[in-house]
């Protein structure tokens, strides 16, 4: 073994050599050097199963356990509770010579267990951001014993944080924690998906990000086979409403739901797969499909199972369970499997339409290729609408093949998408305060502006929109002030902060429990409830609805052979700028891809002689009758801001994914709207304030319309790119 194994502490080495390792990775030799030899911050970034875990915990473990003291000396933080839960069993065998403890502390774990880590804090503790916010508001008077000797914090899954309001209600809960402890604890990120540094390195170390050390493995070495087949569209286009007589259109999309299902059957029947999908519906379409397709061929059993969030939790541990048992099933799932938990050896990852980001497609295909030797296997299949002679451009040139390509190229060509840069998050602002209210039983403005602001991470927040979000919080009767300056929690107030739902800073769904004689499937959105009477389908299933009780949320359902599709509201996602731009770069180029199966390779060039005969290859528009198409490759906030530049300028404007249709008759027309805009005619805020819906956030309802418009101008406006992309016209 390498100098780096002899400096782990003897327990870590003997449990290393009885579990037959022979030598240590690169990445964590390296990572085991910076930590014993320098006290930076520290990112380590990998593939899924490069052994990043190990990576931090040996070294870090092997200096606790030499050095104990009381309280929880080590802090890891998870966004999953399964991902806590594999990770506690992963660090307990690393200890399994020594009497360092480990706990857990989330949902599921027991109250004797939190209790115990409250009394007699020591070792590590693994624990959600939600959780911890729970230790804040619940048990405030323990934090001083629990945390006051931390040595380290660990971020996993740290890009699902960076610049996102789950990151910025964690980032706020550490420095919270920082007040506590003597000496700042080191902190230590963990991710396989990062496209730059800058971001994260300023999220572990927000005054010093120059002072956080990277450690990358790149694991050039590492194997990919992909293959992108063309298919149409299973969804059916129609609304949630009654059971209607099939129409020939239903039929078609049934047929072409069926030819899909029978691929997928005979691609993924066998070894272990992962089949992603961007929607609940999708996944909930084919899995029931499969399930006719193994009744009519008689298998002798279903090898194709279901795994999202609107399952109930014993559905989502029971296949996570038989995944890891290394049975030969194959899942549709949703982003519920992206993160790394740890299903054991999966031989091929389906992707059934492309997802929203390379970010995404490469963290999914990690999830395959984890055993030494073999080859991460992508089958991606784009699902295009089925065209007709009547359909327009944008359907001709086959966003969702093209989007495939584009991100496949950009993830072999080792791009991946930037954190976005950080805006207000004034929604979490809210949180905190009302949580530091909650806390201390009241506290002076000054006080929290101090620890949230000038010492936390909403330092752009001026005391001047601090006194706005207390002024609003004061109009909605969320908070009072006493004669001597104190605020404290109004009545109201206090009901906010005991809802279990206020630890979370995101906000949450209104659904529906289903439930079938007393045993739970899941649960399904208000807004996308079936009538009683109605069929649907869930965790691959038919379902008839027998009674709605609104009161308790709850849908009691028995189980029915008619069949009627599910619905889960929409599935759009972000895309930044370089994939738009990379998907005309497919559509201009003639290049061959070699992962293309013949019907990707035959549609492709179908959608090339649409872009070059609709004239797109020289010019970014398409006049007809009365309205004019724009192509402006660009991303979806920039898409976005252009649509309420229309509606500000008195044009009617449609968003799709790859197009803006403007009603409008000349184009001299939409030239002049787009000179107002370079000439600055429209300010961001002012475009924000044409938002349909203000309320974005979980807490915005209780700030007043001007923060809204200053928020909005930030999250969604994004002026910068869309002038840059007029002056390329």
């Not at 379409?285 to 279901?306: D, H, V």
């Amino acid at each position: 073994m390498s100098s780096a194994f002899k400096k782990l502490a003897q327990p870590l080495q003997r449990v290393l050599y009885a579990a037959n390792w022979k030598e240590l990775r690169p990445i964590q030799v390296d990572a085991i050097h910076e930590i014993f030899d320098s006290d930076n911050d520290l990112i380590i970034s990998a593939s899924t199963a490069s052994g990043k875990t190990e990576a931090a915990f040996l070294p870090l473990l092997s200096q606790v356990i030499d050095e104990r003291d009381e309280g929880i000396q080590i802090l890891y933080v998870a966004p999953l509770k399964a991902l806590i839960n594999d990770q506690t069993r992963r660090l307990e065998s690393l200890l399994n010579h020594t009497d360092l403890p480990v706990h857990r502390w989330h949902g599921d774990v027991s109250g004797d267990r939190k209790k115990k880590v409250r009394t007699k804090p020591e070792g590590v503790l693994l624990i959600t951001p939600e959780s911890l916010e729970s230790c804040f508001i619940n048990y405030g008077r323990f934090l001083d014993r629990m945390f006051r000797n931390l040595k380290f914090i660990v971020i996993d899954e740290l890009h699902a944080f960076v610049s996102d309001v789950r990151g910025v209600h964690l980032s706020s809960l550490l420095a919270r924690l920082e007040q506590i402890t003597p000496k700042r604890p080191r902190r230590l990120g963990l991710s396989a998906t990062l496209g730059d540094f800058s971001q994260p390195s300023r999220f572990l170390f927000r005054q010093h990000p120059e002072k956080v050390r990277v450690i990358e493995d790149e694991d050039g070495a590492r194997r990919l086979r992909i293959g992108l087949r063309a298919y149409p569209n299973p969804i059916r286009q129609e609304k949630s409403g009654e059971d209607r007589e099939d129409t020939l259109e239903q039929q078609s999309k049934r047929t072409e739901t069926s030819a899909l299902a029978q691929e997928l059957a005979r691609v993924f029947r066998l070894e272990t797969n992962l089949i992603f999908t961007n929607s609940k519906q999708l996944a909930e379409l084919l899995t029931e499909e499969i399930s006719e397709i193994k009744r009519r061929e008689c298998w002798q059993k279903n090898p194709f199972l279901i795994h999202h969030g609107s399952l109930s939790k014993e559905s989502r541990e029971y296949t996570e369970a038989r995944l890891k048992n290394g049975e030969p099933i194959s899942v549709f799932c949703t982003s519920t499997l992206e993160m790394g938990i740890d299903i054991g050896d999966v031989s091929t990852v389906g992707q059934l339409s492309p997802p929203w980001s390379v970010a995404s497609l490469k963290q999914r295909i990690g999830r395959s290729g984890r055993s030494e030797g073999q080859a991460a296997v992508l089958r991606m299949y784009s699902l295009d609408k089925t065209l007709s002679k009547d359909s327009p451009v944008r359907e001709q040139l086959r966003p969702q093949l093209v989007r495939s390509i584009a991100l496949i190229e950009l993830m072999l060509g080792k791009w991946v998408e930037p954190s976005p840069d950080p805006c207000w998050q004034l929604s979490t602002l809210v949180q905190q305060t009302l949580s530091i209210l909650r806390q201390r039983g009241g506290a002076q403005a000054s006080e929290i502006f101090t620890l949230l602001c000038r010492n936390g991470v909403f330092e752009s927040v001026s005391s001047e929109t601090f006194r706005g979000v207390l002024r609003s919080l004061g109009q909605n009767e969320v908070i009072e002030q006493m004669s001597d300056g104190l605020l404290i929690l109004t009545p109201k107030g206090e009901h906010i902060t005991h809802d279990r739902d206020f630890y979370a800073a995101f906000m949450g769904s209104d659904d529906f429990t289903i439930r079938c004689q007393g045993y739970t499937i899941g649960t399904l959105p208000s807004n996308c409830l079936p009538q009683v009477g109605e069929n649907f389908i869930l965790s691959g299933k038919k379902w008839k609805v027998v009674q709605i009780e609104t009161a308790a949320k709850v849908v009691e359902v028995m189980k029915t052979k008619a069949k009627k599709e599910p619905f889960f509201g929409s599935d759009f996602g972000e895309t930044h700028p370089r994939v738009a731009q990379k998907m005309r770069e497919v559509l201009c180029s003639q290049a061959d891809y070699r992962y293309l199966h013949q019907d990707a390779r035959e549609e492709l060039e179908k959608a090339r002689n649409a872009f070059k005969i609709s004239g797109l290859a020289e010019s970014a528009f398409i006049q007809e009758d009365n309205s004019i198409t724009f192509f402006p490759w660009t991303g979806s906030r920039a898409m976005t801001t252009f649509r309420l530049a229309a509606k500000m300028g008195n044009i009617s404007c449609a968003k799709f994914e790859n197009c803006l249709v403007y009603q409008l008759s000349q184009i001299k027309h939409l030239r002049e709207h787009f000179s107002y805009i370079l000439e600055n005619r429209f300010e961001a805020i002012e475009l924000a304030r044409q938002v349909p819906s203000r309320h974005l956030e979980k807490y915005d309802r209780y700030l007043d319309d001007d923060l809204l418009d200053q928020i909005n101008s930030q999250r969604i406006i994004d002026l910068k790119t869309v002038k840059e992309t007029i002056k390329s016209l």
